[in-house]
Nanobody, 123 residues
Framework: EVQLQASGGGLVQAGGSLRLSCAAS????????IAWFRQAPGKEREGVSC????????YYRESVKGRFTMSSDNAKNTVYLQMNSLKFEDTAVYYC????WGWGLRPHEYDYWGQGTQVTVSS
């Protein structure tokens, strides 16, 4: 059974940093694409970053480029999202998601979702 467990969220001041983790079970990242999404209250879920397993390509949404870094540790079957220079508008519940074939920043591309972790940035 494919399962994802996101963790690492919390409360941080603007300009601060957090590192999110997404631990996977039931599959290996070698063959699945992984993405981070977020959803703020009253807003649609949006893609933050995605990693393509076939060649390691990582893509970021424009608003987080230069601030967020996605990485993976295949030995631990875990992906990370290092978030630096956090802004108030980064406040959201962050989710990791995976798909054997889908890739990109659109939610419908992904088949399996973790439970989400709350990130709150105080201004």
């Amino acid at each position: 059974e494919v399962q994802l467990q996101a963790s690492g969220g919390g409360l941080v001041q603007a300009g601060g940093s957090l590192r999110l983790s997404c631990a996977a079970s039931g599959f290996t990242f070698d063959n699945y694409n992984i993405a981070w999404f977020r959803q703020a209250p009253g807003k649609e879920r949006e893609g933050v970053s995605c990693l393509r397993s076939s060649d390691g390509t990582i893509y970021y949404r424009e608003s987080v480029k230069g601030r967020f870094t996605m990485s993976s540790d295949n030995a631990k079957n875990t992906v990370y999202l290092q978030m630096n220079s956090l802004k108030f508008e980064d406040t959201a519940v962050y989710y990791c998601a995976t798909s054997r074939w889908g890739w990109g920043l659109r939610p419908h591309e992904y088949d399996y979702w973790g439970q989400g972790t709350q990130v709150t940035v105080s201004s």
